[in-house]
């Protein structure tokens, strides 16, 4: 007993000046020449790591980069607001459009900071076998699980210069069918860029406006309402969670409302209320926005799955 005394008050002192450690490391964030970012926090330095031949960086994954997604991400000072955001609208959020995401934080591009993006994709379909009443994502699902090609035309925005322009793309996505468990699943999604000339042929448009995180403070309605909804993310691959993870599911249980405090794009101070029953945007958004912040503290969704 006296010894597990010992040890306890051992494990103690450690956790306690472990903490001042971690206190007293000072962030330092410089922007280079092409307003990418180099972070030094105590005696570690991160660099986010440019693709070769591209602007969009490289997004680190498990289980190699398993160490570096586990950090806690360290608050930005005021000071480097400005350079933490020039930085995500000329680098991440085309890497995150690239990649086909509708989140990422900057620990995704390997810079242990607390920023990041959310943009989830306003969608309208169009096809002519959709009802107007009928759900959307249900709708694309059913079409995607038969193998059919879909259409998309969908408006983004992009940054040159700081400056913000509206862009539009129109894309042909093409699922790629496997059977699992005697099952035919969608296991990827080819994208490719087409030019279109005739509007008529679009399934789908899609709307997208990023919104920029910084510093977030969340309280989440643990004692309301909770909703699952399957996720994913750029930096779990589908692979490693179905040779990794027993849980056949991408399913996660989250309190469906949530209040964040942030700095936002033009570093002005936001306090919102996102309640997920207004729509099925607003569902998804109050998710990513708990899915993104979990990557702040070191948290994958894959140690959420229900069972
Ligand atoms: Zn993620």
């Known amino acids: 007993m006296c010894k597990n005394i010992k040890y306890v008050a051992a494990v103690c002192i450690v956790a ?3 903490g001042f450690k971690s206190r007293m490391d000072k962030v330092y964030i410089k922007a280079d020449k092409q307003n990418s970012l180099q972070v030094t926090i105590g005696k570690e330095q991160y660099k986010a790591a440019l693709q070769t031949d591209s602007s969009l960086l490289n997004v680190i994954k498990i289980p190699e980069d398993e160490k570096l997604l586990r950090i806690k991400s360290a608050p930005i000072p005021k000071s480097d607001y400005q350079k933490v955001l020039t930085f995500m609208k000329q680098y991440l959020l085309p890497t995150m459009y690239e990649s086909g995401g509708v989140g990422i934080a900057a620990i995704q ?5 607390r ?3 959310v ?3 306003d969608t309208k379909v169009l096809h002519k076998d959709y009802e107007k009443n009928s759900n959307v994502r249900a709708f694309l699902n059913t079409m995607l699980a038969t193998g059919a090609t879909i259409i998309v035309k969908e408006t983004y925005v992009a940054y040159s210069n700081g400056h913000m322009a509206e862009r539009v793309k129109f894309r042909k996505t093409t699922p790629v069918l496997k059977e699992i468990n005697g099952q035919q699943q969608v296991v990827d999604m080819i994208k490719e860029d087409i030019a279109v000339d005739d509007e008529s042929i679009i399934d789908v448009v899609i709307e997208r406006k990023p919104h920029f995180v910084l510093n977030p403070e969340l309280e989440l309605d643990e004692q309301g309402e909770k909703i699952v909804l399957p996720e994913g993310c750029l930096s779990v691959p589908l692979e490693v969670v179905q040779q990794q993870y027993t849980q056949n599911t991408s399913d996660v249980n989250r309190p ?11 570093m002005h101070e936001k306090n919102m ?10 569902e998804w958004f109050a998710r990513c926005i708990q899915h993104e912040n979990d990557h702040l503290n070191g948290i994958l969704y894959v140690d959420r799955l229900t069972d």
């Open 115 to 117: 920023a990041f993006i």
């Open 256 to 266: 469906r409302n949530v209040r964040i405090k942030y700095v936002d794009g033009d």
């Open 273 to 282: 209320k996102i309640e997920g029953s207004m729509s099925d945007y607003w």
């Open 16 to 18: 306690v000046l472990l």
């Open 109 to 113: 591009v390997g810079l242990p900071i």
């Open 119 to 121: 943009d989830i994709p």
